[in-house]
């Protein structure tokens, strides 16, 4: 009766322990990245995990986060976005360590410099290991990837200089402030904006930071100090527009420059509200994350006719645009329009704070 008992007790404790996911033994998890998991109260159908890396770590990338772990939760498969630190050989590091992974089969990346050899060679030795690659936001050479998921970086641009161009019909000079013009996003940026300036516009300095904010507002700086003819100022990557606007308010020179910018972070938000920004080009970097993991997803499943349901016969799924004015007040005429309070509720609804 009393070994009955043992045994009885020996099984019940086993399946606490196994139930209740007790801690793992010591360095279980030692060098393993964080597995983000497929959503609150959603198990994970498939056993295989897709990673999106990021070019840096700005808050732009928070709503692109959140749509990867939506898409995880609707589809039932494993997610993770994993943030660069601004650098190629992060990049490079990053996409070995998932080679070295085989749950791992669907990779996003945001190839933060597009002539990059080095990125482009882990990308085609993970599609050698039968890993869908694609790209997002910013896209890199397209041997080394299946598709692009991300904006349509010139037609933005253009409509950013567009803009500036309504709000300062007699002309005048402008600057563009980037991280990195050796970026494919970064290049048919500037080159859309400066098309869309037109004639009387004059593009007269592209100002890189490096993908570092200290320097992002010390590039304003240098430009109000170097050119006094200057009169529109236009911020190319997501960090942009608030070192443009935190620099004219300490300044107090804002009534003298037209301020136009990519992305919508919440402290972009903030300074359109305050009346330091005229109008934002805005992305869905939500979209991006969603369609992205749908996207490899699909590829992973070879479900083939979903695939062409998103791509259309393409390599490129266009996420769209918005041009953010602070009210209807503003003169700006775009067909990409909303205002800052519709543009809000959207946020809410998506449950976003930037985009």
Same mark, same amino acid.
């Given at each position: 009766? !009393?070994?009955?008992?043992? +045994? $009885? ?18 360095? /279980? ?31 732009? $990338? ?24 601004? &650098? ?8 070995? =360590? ?33 890993? +869908?690659?694609?790209?997002?936001? &910013? ?26 161009? =309504? ?35 004059? !593009? ?11 320097? /992002? ?9 170097? +050119? ?5 100022? /236009?911020?190319? $990557?997501? *960090? ?8 004219? =308010? ?35 970097? *939500? ?10 997803? +699909? ?6 006719? /979903? ?38 509720? $959207? ?9």
């Amino acid at each position: 009766m !009393l070994a009955n008992l043992k +045994h $009885w007790l020996v099984a019940l404790a086993v399946v606490f322990a196994t139930g209740c996911g007790g801690p793992n033994p010591p360095g /279980a998890n030692e060098g393993k990245p964080a597995v983000a998991s497929p959503g609150a109260g959603v198990k994970a159908t498939d056993d295989f995990k897709i990673v999106i890396i990021t070019n840096g770590s700005s808050p732009f $990338w928070d709503a692109c986060d959140r749509g990867l772990k939506d898409a995880g939760e609707k589809l039932g498969v494993r997610v993770e976005l994993v943030r660069n630190d601004a &650098s190629e050989g992060g990049q490079i590091r990053r996409l070995e =360590q998932l080679a070295s992974q085989s749950d791992v089969k669907g990779v996003g990346i945001s190839v933060l410099e597009a002539d990059a050899s080095g990125v482009a060679e882990q990308m085609l030795a993970l599609r050698k290991k039968g890993v +869908h690659v694609i790209t997002v936001d &910013s896209d890199g050479p397209a041997e080394a990837r299946a598709a692009f998921v991300g904006t349509n970086n010139l037609e933005g641009g253009r409509e950013l200089g567009r803009l500036a161009a =309504q709000l300062r019909p007699e002309g005048g000079q402008a600057v563009a402030f980037v991280g990195l013009m050796g970026a494919q996003n970064a290049r048919e940026r500037v080159g859309g904006f400066k098309e869309g300036l037109g004639e009387k516009i004059e !593009l007269i300095d592209t100002m890189e930071d490096q993908v570092n904010e200290s320097k /992002a507002r010390n590039n304003v700086t240098t430009a109000l100090a170097n +050119h006094p003819k200057l009169n529109i100022l /236009a911020g190319i $990557w997501s *960090y942009n527009a608030p070192a443009i606007t935190d620099v004219l =308010q300490a300044n107090g020179r804002r009534k003298e420059f037209t301020t136009v910018a990519f992305d919508a972070e919440p402290n972009a938000l903030v300074a359109m509200e305050q009346g330091l920004l005229d109008a934002m080009v805005v992305q869905n970097p *939500y979209e991006m994350g969603y369609t992205g993991v749908t996207l490899l997803y +699909h590829m992973i499943k070879e479900d083939k006719g /979903a695939v062409d349901g998103l791509l259309k016969g393409e390599t490129v799924y266009d996420t769209g645009l918005k041009v953010v004015v602070p009210d209807d007040s503003s003169p700006l005429k775009s067909k990409y329009r909303v205002t800052l309070g519709d543009f809000r509720t $959207w946020l809410t609804e998506k449950g976003l704070e930037g985009s």
